[in-house]
């Protein structure tokens, strides 16, 4: 199926070329060998170990290179793993430019982890200004981690803006797109060397399954993300990637249905008295709208944030009110979540510098599932009256 003439919602059932060409079947098999025979001593089939390549994930992985715009596609067995692969890229005492907002999990993998084990230095930056990423640009810098829209604060990055800093000073760049997916915003079309995914969210679709994605622009930077999985083995298991592959193929109708019920609650939202203030970028309000609208083409994401006036006791009030939003971590599911940043997604982060992200005690994300409207909005706003 060519990629150029046909829509993305048909793309997302088809890329790939997932029919299994040994049997016809239209979802490809699960195979749980972790070996594979040779056909005589020198003579390797094209699946030797698990760990290096496995049928089932191979064909989850051409999906996904396909619905990226990619060349190839690695797996892993959880988002954080695959972040933790485009590191392994790096040399020990590697400088990496990232986000000043972005998902508590990366910062802890990055500040707790990678600056002890690796001798990495990372600089925080506010991506939303261009010019303050070039001006952290240092001789040592080997990567730009961009993360658009940001977790939780859904500031929107200029991709094309940021590639061009990058590619100035021979600088890779990596975008986690798993808030936007490649239905809204394909990373690797606009010039970012890796795109990443956790897989565990919206590609799965269902709080059923753990798992990360990267992928590349350039076959070469393949071969070297390849090498380095299967040195420190940190693979998606042939069960999980059936799971994923399973839930891409209602990706583009179930986010459509994210969105729109996403943009309806963050309106109805910025009009309610005990609302502070409204985090989504497919509001007028929202600083970097514009840009959202030329980069996220079709849609804005699934998920909302606000401050809710009160004290700490008004945020747990709300919360523990709510009947079909669920309070719970992670996001990008089927059913809707809610949870408070920070003593959830981004509690590993201290508090002096959550507020320098600019985190507040009372703020909360929403992940809007594919409920139906009413339901969300009436469950919103029982929650919201005060006690």
């Avoid at 994930?57 to 290179?65: F, G, I, M, Q, S």
């Avoid at 729109?260 to 497919?282: I, M, T």
């Avoid at 939003?325 to 809707?336: D, K, M, P, Q, R």
């Avoid at 909360?364 to 139906?372: A, D, F, K, P, T």
Wanted: charged share 20%; aromatic share 6%; net charge neutral.
């Amino acid at each position: 199926m060519s990629a150029k003439t046909s829509q993305f919602a048909t793309r997302v059932i088809h890329a790939g070329q997932t029919t299994d060409a040994a049997t016809g079947a239209v979802m490809p098999p699960i195979v749980t060998s972790t070996t594979f025979e040779w056909e005589a001593l020198g003579q390797p089939r094209e699946h030797i170990y698990t760990r290096s390549s496995n049928p089932t994930r191979d064909a989850l992985e051409r999906c996904v290179a396909e619905l990226e715009s990619g060349v190839r596609g690695l797996a892993y067995a959880s988002g954080q793993a695959a972040t933790a692969g485009v590191l392994d890229l790096l040399d020990a005492g590697s400088h990496v430019i990232a986000p000043l907002d972005f998902y508590g999990g990366t910062r802890r993998l990055f500040d707790q982890v990678r600056r002890r084990t690796s001798a990495l230095d990372f600089s925080w930056v506010d991506m939303t200004d261009p010019a303050a990423v070039a001006a952290a640009v240092r001789p040592a810098t080997k990567l730009i981690w961009i993360e658009t829209p940001t977790n939780p604060l859904l500031k929107v990055t200029d991709l094309a803006a940021i590639v061009a800093i990058a590619r100035q000073h021979k600088v890779l760049t990596c975008a986690d797109n798993t808030f936007a997916t490649p239905c809204y915003q394909r990373p690797l079309e606009l010039g970012v060397d890796i795109v990443m995914h956790s897989a565990t969210k919206y590609f799965g679709g269902h709080s059923d399954v753990l798992g990360g994605i990267n992928v590349v622009a350039d076959a070469e930077l393949g071969k070297q993300l390849h090498m380095v999985r299967s040195a420190s083995g940190g693979v998606l298991g042939p069960f999980d990637a059936y799971l994923v592959l399973r839930g891409i193929k209602t990706l583009a109708l179930r986010m459509e249905r994210h969105c729109a019920n996403a943009l309806a609650v963050a309106q109805y939202l910025e009009k309610h008295p005990r609302v502070a203030r409204v985090y989504y970028p497919g509001l007028p309000a929202h600083p970097q709208h514009a840009l959202a609208k030329r980069q996220m083409a079709g849609g804005f994401g699934g998920i909302v944030c606000f401050e809710i006036q009160g004290d700490a006791g008004a945020i747990g009030g709300f919360m523990n009110r709510l009947q079909v939003f669920t309070v719970a971590e992670s996001l990008g599911a089927v059913e809707s979540l809610v949870g408070q940043p920070a003593t959830m997604s981004h509690s590993s982060v201290p508090a002096d510098e959550r507020r320098k992200m600019g985190i507040a005690d009372n703020l909360v994300r929403l992940s809007v599932g594919i409920e139906g409207l009413d339901d969300l909005l009436a469950d919103l706003d029982q929650a919201l009256q005060s006690p």
